[in-house]
T-cell receptor, first 115, second 111 residues
Framework: EAGVTQFPSHSVIEKGQTVTLRCDPI?????LYWYRRVMGKEIKFLLH????????ESGMPNNRFLAERTGGTYSTLKVQPAELEDSGVYFC?????????????FGPGTRLTVT | TQLLEQSPQFLSIQEGENLTVYCNSS?????LQWYRQEPGEGPVLLVT?????EVKKLKRLTFQFGDARKDSSLHITAAQPGDTGLYLCAGRPSGTYKYIFGTGTRLKVLA
């Protein structure tokens, strides 16, 4: 079974530009999460989709971040316009709806560098 | 703000030694997960504990969830160089689906 995949693995952009990150969850997983780790800090929750609906977006830092999950399959996270403090590693995770423990499986992450 | 403190932050030991990593919080969690992360990769799920006092074993790794579901520990017996990595605990607050991550413990096992 394929795991969670993310694209691109690395992205270097200039301040003010736009970047779109993509996440493909494990097939059959209704729950999809975005997290990020900025330099020297712990991994922090950004938002949670159940299928195509946003269940919890309490961790989104500001309105420069837009997440979508059209059709309830893959998800994109767009940062527009990017700022220096957006640099970090963005992780996607997915879990199966039926699990009571909501075990989350992570992708390899996208390392974003804003210069 | 819910915090998960891990200790120690860094640990360097010789092959064959035993070690324990702690994950502590003042908050109660519905479940808690332990991950190991290698450089350039995402966290890999090791175990999930759900019940207070629960103990799970994964080969040489023993995981325990505190009775009050506020803390957890990871014990490694006879550590090997392959155990080297960043160990992360993550707790799920009641009524939510998101996980709060700990600060991490970076383990290095020397041959």
């Amino acid at each position: 079974e394929a795991g969670v995949t993310q694209f691109p693995s690395h992205s270097v952009i200039e301040k003010g530009q736009t970047v779109t990150l993509r996440c493909d969850p494990i097939s059959g997983h209704d729950n999809l999460y975005w997290y990020r780790r900025v330099m020297g800090k712990e991994i922090k929750f950004l938002l949670h989709f159940v299928k195509e609906s946003k269940q919890d977006e309490s961790g989104m830092p500001n309105n420069r971040f837009l997440a979508e999950r059209t059709g309830g399959t893959y998800s994109t996270l767009k940062v527009q316009p990017a700022e220096l403090e957006d640099s970090g590693v963005y992780f996607c995770a997915s879990s199966w709806k039926g699990q009571t423990s909501y075990e989350q499986y992570f992708g390899p992450g996208t390392r974003l560098t804003v210069t | 703000t819910q915090l998960l403190e891990q200790s120690p932050q860094f640990l360097s030991i010789q092959e064959g030694e035993n070690l324990t990593v702690y994950c502590n919080s003042s908050s109660v969690f519905s479940s808690l997960q332990w991950y190991r992360q290698e450089p350039g990769e995402g966290p890999v799920l090791l175990v999930t504990v759900v019940t207070g006092g629960e103990v799970k074993k994964l080969k040489r790794l023993t995981f325990q969830f505190g009775d009050a579901r506020k803390d957890s520990s990871l014990h490694i017996t006879a550590a090997q160089p392959g155990d080297t990595g960043l160990y992360l605990c993550a707790g799920r607050p009641s009524g939510t689906y998101k996980y709060i991550f700990g600060t991490g413990t970076r383990l290095k096992v020397l041959a």
